[in-house]
């Protein structure tokens, strides 16, 4: 299948950071975790294939198209939500509304309807009176009612409540129902992506550190605890991330079927999740030693 | 780009709201201007909608909104210009109204200023002054073409000193103006003014263009 979105070798270089030769690809119909510590590129990442700055180097398809030359015709099916709202807060909901559904060919407003009502957001209210959550709902309706084959969302769910980011997720979910649209959704909170995300990505340092399945990553990789001596003994190869106290070791390993048969009833093997993943993966096996 | 016009109107309500209010105290500010009491009131009016419509897309960062938006470039910026134009116009006859009412209520004197070819006139400048003005605020963003404003804004008024020095003279292009007759230079005023905000908006749309957001 064609990717919705792919990324190939994208370059973007500023003073002090470079995002550096970034490439992965979403297929239609999957939710793509972008997951990375704060700095890591992924805004600047977001921004790319938004173009609302320039690559360096590097190519963006967007539906098979190129994201600068077919501009208008991608952002037609694109919906985003970003970390901070850009909507005029003299307005209300129903005169913001008003002035972009026109922008949208496929504008749809009994979609719009439909997303106002089971977010519960006022019509008549003016925006400064809305909290982040209500504006951040707001967003989702937005990018949710002219039939977007592609939502792009950067930290949209950072600072909201449990319940916010729980109604959040749930209609991602049944948006995904429909295997017509695909979600990049970068966010720190890897608890939501371990609940929706199909694909996960992980950019650390404006480098891609890994792009797969969740599943497969899941598979891949475990949580393991033993005594010390047990790396000296050829685990090393395997580790990831490590933390080593005086009592022993805990690390993430990859080629998790491998290591359990290495060792044995000798270490305890854990299923990870996202955010352990993640840490280790940053953390590395260098010279960081946790207790004492 | 009706809608981003309108969006401009509506975001600017506490602007066109209160407009009879700025007409007010812009009369008494320039109460001693003379014939040139309607333009000062447009220009002074309508430059600050530009510099309001600035703060407001600063404030909630609407460069970002509008780029991710299907949206031509030349649309965003086209839209300042006709929104610009569209609410002096508006504002050109309501301070015609305002000055003659307060000069046949005797409140102020302003019988040769309270004409709508003044206020019109008021429409040119502040087109003028917003396409000095427009470019660098594309190219730099509100914050950073702030600074730059005071340059426009006293350069201008020097210019218009200069000029209405020039004036008082009866200088020889005056006379050669004089006899073309007053809709010839009107039309070759509003000409010049046209040619003026057009290129001001290419070059807008140009600097617009190398911006990243």
């Known amino acids: 299948m064609k990717p919705i979105l792919e990324l190939k070798n994208v370059t973007k270089r500023y003073t002090g950071f470079t995002l550096d030769r970034v490439s992965f690809a979403l297929e239609p119909g999957y939710i793509m975790g972008f997951i990375g510590p704060n700095g890591a590129g992924k805004t600047t990442t977001i921004k790319l294939i938004m173009n609302l700055i320039r690559p360096d180097e590097g190519e963006i398809k967007i539906f098979g198209l190129d994201h600068r030359r077919h501009e208008q015709e991608i952002k037609q099916r694109i919906g985003f939500v970003y970390d901070e709202s850009n909507f005029y807060d003299t307005l209300t909901t129903t005169e913001m509304t008003k002035v972009i559904a026109p922008l949208y060919k496929n504008w749809d407003w009994a979609a719009y309807r439909k997303y106002t009502e089971k977010l519960a957001l006022p019509d008549r209210k003016k925006l400064s009176q809305f909290s982040r959550g209500m504006k951040m709902k707001y967003a989702l309706a937005l990018a949710l009612s002219h039939r977007a084959e592609l939502l792009v969302m950067d930290e949209p769910t950072s600072g909201l409540d449990p319940v916010v980011r729980s109604e959040f997720l749930d209609i991602l979910r049944d948006v995904i129902q429909d295997e017509r649209c695909s979600v990049l959704l970068s966010s720190h909170i890897t608890s939501d992506l371990d609940q929706i995300a199909d694909y996960v990505t992980l950019i650390n340092g404006g480098r891609i550190v890994f792009s797969e399945s969740k599943e497969e990553l899941l598979e891949e990789y475990a949580l393991i605890k033993g005594e010390k001596s047990l790396l000296d003994s050829g685990l090393r190869e395997y580790v990831v991330g490590l933390k080593e106290s005086r009592f022993g070791f805990e690390g993430l390993v990859t080629n998790r079927a491998e290591v359990q048969r290495f060792v044995g009833s000798r270490a305890v093997l854990e299923r990870p999740n996202l955010e352990e993943i993640m840490l280790y993966c940053l953390r590395g096996n260098g010279n960081d030693h946790a207790g004492a | ?213």
Do not use: H
Not at chain 2, 74 to 103: H, S
Not at chain 2, 137 to 160: C, D, E, H, I, P
């Open chain 2, 1 to 213: 780009m009706i809608t981003l016009v309108l969006k401009e109107l509506l975001v600017q309500k506490m602007m066109v709201g209160p407009v009879l209010l700025y007409i007010l105290v812009f009369s008494f500010a320039f109460r001693n201007t003379g014939d040139a009491q309607a333009v000062a009131i447009v220009t002074a009016v309508g430059y600050m909608f530009v510099m309001l419509c600035g703060a407001w897309d600063e404030k909630v960062n609407a460069d970002r909104l509008w780029n991710s938006l299907p949206v031509p470039k030349w649309q965003i910026v086209g839209a300042r210009y006709l929104a610009l134009l569209v609410y002096t116009v508006l504002v050109a006859p309501l301070t015609t109204a305002v000055l003659a009412l307060l000069t046949s209520a005797g409140i102020i004197k302003a019988a040769g200023a309270a004409s709508l070819v003044n206020a019109l006139a008021g429409v040119g400048a502040v087109m003028v002054l917003a396409s000095l003005f427009l470019p660098l605020y594309f190219a730099f963003g509100y914050t950073k073409s702030r600074v730059l404003n005071m340059l426009v804004f006293v350069g201008s008024f020097s210019l218009s000193t200069i000029v209405s020095s020039s004036v008082s003279k009866q200088p020889a292009w005056i006379a050669a103006l004089d006899r073309l007759g007053g809709a010839v230079v009107a039309v070759g005023a509003v000409g010049l003014v046209a040619v003026i905000a057009v290129l001001s908006f290419f070059v807008s749309l140009k600097l617009y263009s190398l911006r990243e957001f």
